[in-house]
């Protein structure tokens, strides 16, 4: 019997494109369903009924949520292109940058960019954060010479990050503070199989655009 696997997932989310870059990393053939959020489908309430969001990646009828478990999923159901080490320290600490990403990195780098009167103290907040990653990254990928579990939880950093910068004026992560974090960047968004995956500058561009105004 052909295994089916189903992704539910929205252009504009990073944390849907982790697993659309797990998948195809894998070369796992899979079909990607585009949500509406504002109009969710029946199926994404029926997979996902706890917290109704994406992404969700369905296989065999077996639905799994939240972007880092079903990274570390992926990775255990198809083994071509292992993203978490095999030493059980290393993936404690895959682990650990995952999650400091999620919980530190992305809602510190968010306020800084989106909440003016929480501009000042989140910037700085976020560039101590980012000096974090930027001495844990030793190689050319955080995963080492081949994309991993950080890298891809990382993904919002290296491509959604730019076009917010170019929009809001607000410049965080920059070569001259951060030239490993910079390298890494270019080199995961210009990766063969990811910039197939990930969505256009100029889209991304063009929503924050309208975001900003309606913010405004």
């Not at 030493?87 to 919980?103: L, S």
């Amino acid at each position: 019997m052909a295994e089916e696997v189903k992704l539910y997932g929205v252009w504009l989310s990073p944390f849907s494109h982790r697993a659309d870059i797990a998948l195809k990393l894998k070369g796992v053939d899979y079909e990607h369903f585009e949500e509406d959020l504002q109009n969710k489908s029946a199926s994404l309430l029926k997979y996902n009924p706890v917290h109704k969001k994406v992404p969700v990646l369905v296989h065999n009828e077996k639905p799994i949520a939240e972007s880092l478990v079903i990274l570390e999923y992926i990775d255990e159901t198809w083994k071509d292109h292992p993203i978490l080490p095999q030493d059980p320290y290393q993936r404690a600490q895959a682990r650990f940058w995952a999650r400091f990403i999620d919980d530190k990195v992305l809602p510190t780098l968010w306020k800084a960019y989106w909440v003016k009167e929480e501009r000042e103290k989140a910037s700085e907040e976020a560039s101590e954060l980012l000096n974090f990653l930027e001495k844990e990254l030793k190689h050319k990928y955080f995963g080492g010479e081949t994309i991993g579990l950080v890298d891809i939880a990382g993904n919002f950093i290296a491509h959604w990050v730019p076009a917010i910068q170019q929009v809001v004026g607000v410049e965080i992560l920059t070569k001259e503070k951060y030239p490993k974090l910079s390298q890494w960047s270019h080199d995961f968004v210009t990766h063969g199989v990811v910039k197939e995956i990930l969505p256009l500058q100029d889209k991304l561009i063009a929503h924050f655009k309208t975001h900003l105004e309606s913010t405004n």
